[in-house]
């Protein structure tokens, strides 16, 4: 690891201190956090920082789509909204979920970023890595990015959150809960990636292809036309599970990264952010994190603090120290200064107010 990177998660670290408060044994089984099953979440403040409870934060997962929360906050302030791409053959071929882009049309970023964020487009986000020279030197701003905003323990090795199709592990692409929430905090701060991600329903560019009349034997040449996309998030307004106060959030899967999601809320003037991986069910998992955020903040003992951005050497991506540490930082999940970041925290279930339950030493990854 270089030194910038090694500095940068010792300041992370110095900013992480543990607080329990020690409580009646009896009072932990009856919190209805204990009954989430899942390898790892956060419940935070987004405007303080304050870590109200968490269980294995700095645990290392595959992101699936909710990687497409650091793409748009890494492009969205270089991108605009106006900037013009066509998309190569290659861009609209990805595997998975697709808005069915062509090369025959070219597309506004604004419209990408909603088809990222909303319909978690994955030939969306390969297109929106061609402004930037294609996907490894986007993948570079990309780490760059969660260098700077403190999510040290997060690698990307794809901008649309694909694992094992692109034949990616947890020790090639990796983030965290802790992770996630900083991001997350990251994009609320741009207003445009709060409308993209709030958007319910919206339009997209799509071409109807040219046909001809077996009859007549006219060709109806292609036409352009705008087809209905929809937010993927059952949270928001008017959705199947809208949660009173839901701002912006993203959820993924694969088959390897299982449920993931981050999302963030906001009712009497303040913001919960929560995040979730490797979980086996979203939305009720979701709801129970926002709704213990809320009845909690305020009365409970912060368990640490979310980092706060900062720039630093490691976020410059022509900083070959920084971006060397940050393709190797996923190979071991001990002996790095990365792992070192809220130690207590990283391997156990904390409930501020409420007590300690399962401090173990934090496992090494596995696929």
Not at 206 to 228: I, N
Not at 276 to 302: C, I, R, T
Request: net charge positive; hydrophobic share 40%.
């Amino acid at each position: 690891m270089g030194a910038p990177h090694r500095a940068a998660a010792a300041a992370a670290a110095a900013m992480l201190t543990v607080a329990l408060a020690p409580v009646p044994a009896a009072a932990a089984p009856d919190t209805p956090l204990k009954k989430i099953k899942a390898g790892s979440w956060i419940i935070a403040d987004a405007d303080t920082g304050e870590v109200l409870a968490a269980h294995n934060p700095h645990k290392r997962f595959l992101p699936a789509s909710t990687q497409k929360v650091l793409t748009a906050v890494t492009l969205i302030p270089r991108l605009g909204g106006d900037t013009m791409i066509t998309p190569t053959r290659e861009s609209v071929e990805p595997e998975g979920t697709k808005v069915g882009m062509t090369p025959k049309l070219s597309y506004s970023s604004a419209d990408l970023f909603r088809a990222l964020l909303m319909a978690s487009a994955n030939d969306a986000a390969m297109t929106l890595t061609q402004p930037q020279g294609g996907m490894r030197p986007t993948l570079d701003l990309m780490n760059a990015e969660a260098g700077r905003i403190g999510a040290v323990n997060t690698l990307a090795g794809s901008p649309n959150g694909l694992d094992v199709d692109l034949g990616l592990s947890v020790k090639t692409q990796y983030t965290t809960s802790y992770d996630l929430a900083l991001i997350l905090r990251a994009g609320l701060a741009i207003p445009e990636f709060v409308e993209y991600a709030s958007t319910v329903h919206s339009t997209f560019p799509a071409l109807r292809p040219a046909k001809v009349d077996k009859k007549t034997k006219k060709k109806t040449p292609a036409k352009r036309y705008m087809m209905p996309i929809y937010s993927h998030i059952r949270m928001l307004p008017g959705e199947s599970r809208h949660y009173r106060g839901f701002i912006a959030g993203k959820n993924g899967y694969t088959n390897a990264a299982r449920q993931t999601f981050v999302g963030a809320a906001e009712r009497d003037g303040r913001r919960i952010v929560i995040a979730l991986m490797k979980a086996e069910s979203l939305w009720d998992n979701a709801k129970v994190l926002l709704d213990w955020g809320f009845a909690n903040a305020g009365k409970v003992e912060p368990v640490a603090s979310l980092a706060d951005p900062s720039p630093s050497p490691s976020a410059d991506p022509s900083d070959p120290a920084g971006r060397e540490a940050r393709k190797g930082g996923g190979t071991k999940d001990s002996g790095s200064s990365d792992n070192l970041l809220l130690g207590a925290i990283g391997g156990g279930f904390i409930l501020a107010g409420v007590g300690v339950l399962l401090i173990r030493r934090r496992p090494a990854p596995s696929d």
